[in-house]
């Protein structure tokens, strides 16, 4: 599904260069479950920017889905991301002045996809998060837990092969985070690829697998044992 | 798409009242402000004659001061003397021809409710009215002898009529002019060149005459202009008829030269004409007549003004200073939807497709803003012609071409306007705002 081979990322300013990934090799199966981990500014985000196409790398190669792309222009990124990824981010990321319907229509529109088929993917995710009563709210009056789901609804409305998590449930309390963590590993299980970004050992031991990047390169698990156990397929 | 962008950019002009009246006020002040001028600009500049400015001609001929040309662009008096609009009209060169001026008649009805009044008049040739193409309700225009000799009939422009008559057809009908009977031989319908390319000797935007009589009727009652009489000779003339053979300049002179042959001939029958005069003692200036198409003598009667462009570039800059301001308004509320973008973006909005997003929103802004300011030009025009106290009535209209500028004119100010903003917001890095959102 994701196969990153030596990729590099640098941000260079006038007096100084950071590398914020470096000879970064991942390969990420189809239908797995991948939890990413590591310390602030190891590279997580870099990493997760790039497998979401909102970045491309410095060097090195990205193959997403057999396919190089590492060297697309902006509307061909554009598309791929449309298409084959959905994002979950932290902050759950709803434009506050749309409502949950509006807000999960939002990719849909850019697919092109018509109104009635529209539609018909908005009310079945809702359904699927188990919000459907709420598609004319206001993200406002949702709780966090809420808001988040609907943010996973907007994800997957587009059926991406793919879905990128930064955090999903940094801003939710122990309750709402199990509810959002159990439904990934419902969305997992029909078949969705998930790469997951977390900082809670509980969450990362509960993935297929778990990736630990330090100083921006992919480290060697059995070097580090006191990180959360990782199990690989 | 473009639906979806059109409702994102209400929703998004809904979502910031404040930020959006103060873009659309910019943009509808600067409009207006600058249709205001260029509509008067635009219709200063209109030629009614347009569609025979290649047959039409204003006569002009140098009878003036040895000692001093004119004070005209092309040093020609823009009238010509009675005596020699009486040798022109002999000639039977031009398909039609002619002479006329401005004058004014004390108008009453007998038996009418209708007091009497002062009504402008023009006196001029029978050809007058097919020459400018003046459109007849009822009767038409004398007979060719009334040219020469006193003839009493007058024809109603539309108003005359209406008031006199109520509209109903008057021909047959006596009116008193200055107390002396003229039977009514036709009604013009509503006819207001603007400007008033016929007699821009006196002003340029004002009323059509409300009775036309024939030009043979001068001796009769010693007509003289109501309009601009210059002379240079300091000899005064001796009585009415003194006058009318004096070098006093006070007849507007128009041809009608349906090819280059017939204008040839016109020319060679002036140029004879002049050299005869000389012979006689007149024309004492070098030999130099001008005949000008409708469109060149709108500009040598400087009909729109350098000063009146001079405006029209203020008020360009003043929109471009609007504009600016909207610029930097736009980057505000679009830096400030930043992270809205990022979320686009993450999920599949290509940056092409965020630019067009908000130059859509700022295409919003600026028709909004053009619709306010054709209110607002509509309401400086109206302000000139309070100002100008009827003299402006006729070109200080906003016509439906204007209005559809005025809107044009917003749209390429708000897109201006919006191309830098959407271009900044377009290229910002979504994953900043996706993380710290």
Not at chain 2, 38 to 64: C, G, R
Not at chain 2, 289 to 308: C, G, I, M, Q, R
Not at chain 2, 315 to 329: G, K, M, R
């Amino acid at each position: 599904m994701l196969k990153m081979n030596n990729v590099r990322k640098s941000f260079r300013t006038d007096t100084i260069e950071t590398h914020a990934l470096r000879d970064f090799s991942l390969e990420v199966k189809e239908g797995e479950f991948v939890s990413v981990t590591g310390p602030s500014g190891s590279g997580k985000t870099t990493f997760l920017n790039i497998a979401g196409l909102l970045e491309p790398p410095t060097g090195g190669e990205y193959l997403l889905d057999g396919d190089d792309v590492s060297n697309l222009n902006d509307r061909q990124r554009s598309h791929l991301r449309n298409e084959k990824i959905g994002f979950i981010f932290q902050g759950f990321n709803l434009i506050p002045d749309l409502t949950l319907f509006d807000n999960i229509d939002v990719p849909l529109r850019y697919r092109g996809f018509s109104a009635k088929e529209r539609r018909k993917r908005i009310e079945k995710v809702l359904e699927q998060v188990g919000l459907s009563a709420r598609a004319k709210h206001l993200p406002a009056q949702l709780s966090g837990g809420q808001q988040q789901r609907i943010a996973i609804a907007r994800a997957l409305a587009g059926e991406p092969r793919f879905l990128l998590a930064d955090e999903p449930t940094g801003n939710l309390d122990s309750l709402m985070a199990r509810q959002v963590m159990e439904l990934l590993e419902f969305i997992n299980e029909w078949g969705t690829t998930i790469v997951m970004v977390t900082h809670d050992p509980e969450l990362a031991r509960r993935a297929h697998r778990n990736i630990q990047i330090v100083d921006g390169q992919v480290c060697d698990l059995r070097a580090v044992p006191e990180q959360p156990a990782a199990v690989s397929v | 798409m473009f639906g979806y962008y059109i409702s994102l950019a209400l929703r998004s002009l809904r979502g910031t009242p404040v930020l959006s009246a103060l873009m659309i006020a910019a943009i509808a002040v600067g409009v207006g402000a600058s249709m205001t001028v260029l509509t008067l600009n635009y219709m200063m500049s209109q030629n009614a004659l347009e569609h025979k400015d290649d047959v039409l001609y204003a006569v002009q001929l140098d009878s003036w001061d040895v000692n001093k040309a004119y004070d005209s662009p092309n040093e020609l008096p823009r009238q010509i003397t009675y005596r020699d609009a009486q040798a022109l009209l002999r000639s039977d060169i031009p398909t039609r021809q002619v002479a006329m001026h401005r004058f004014g008649f004390t108008v009453e009805l007998r038996d009418s409710p209708v007091l009497p009044f002062t009504a402008s008049t023009r006196v001029t040739t029978r050809d007058f009215f097919s020459l400018f193409d003046v459109p007849f309700i009822y009767g038409g225009t004398w007979e060719k002898e009334a040219d020469t000799s006193a003839t009493q009939v007058v024809v109603l422009s539309k108003s005359t009529n209406d008031k006199l008559f109520s509209g109903e057809n008057s021909v047959g009908k006596t009116i008193s002019l200055n107390a002396e009977p003229f039977t009514v031989i036709g009604v013009i319908d509503h006819w207001q060149p603007a400007p008033n390319i016929h007699d821009l000797n006196n002003s340029h935007f004002a009323q059509s005459a409300k009775l036309f009589i024939p030009f043979g009727l001068h001796r009769e009652y010693e007509i003289y202009s109501w309009g601009n009489t210059n002379g240079w000779n300091s000899e005064r003339p001796d009585g009415y008829e003194g006058f009318l053979q004096g070098e006093n300049i006070w007849i507007q002179y128009w041809v009608e030269l349906s090819s280059s042959e017939q204008k040839g001939q016109y020319e060679d029958f002036l140029t004879a004409y002049i050299r005869g005069e000389k012979a006689q003692g007149r024309f004492e200036r070098p030999l130099k007549f001008a005949l000008s198409k409708p469109s060149e003598w709108l500009v040598l009667n400087e009909v729109l003004s350098d000063d009146n462009r001079v405006l029209g570039w203020v008020s360009l800059a003043f929109l471009l200073v609007c504009v600016i301001n909207a610029v930097a308004l736009l980057l505000a509320k679009f830096l400030r939807k930043a992270p809205e973008a990022g979320v686009r973006r993450a999920l599949g909005a290509s940056r092409s497709a965020i630019f067009t997003q908000h130059l859509i929103e700022s295409a919003a802004i600026g028709m909004i803003g053009g619709i306010a300011g054709i209110f607002i030009a509509v309401l400086g025009i109206s302000g000139i012609r309070h100002l100008a106290m009827g003299q402006m009535d006729t070109v200080a209209t906003m016509d439906w071409v204007m209005m559809i500028a005025a809107v044009g004119l917003a749209l390429i100010a708000s897109l201006l306007a919006g191309f830098y903003p959407a271009w900044r917001i377009s290229r910002t890095n979504p994953s900043i705002y996706l993380k710290t959102q």
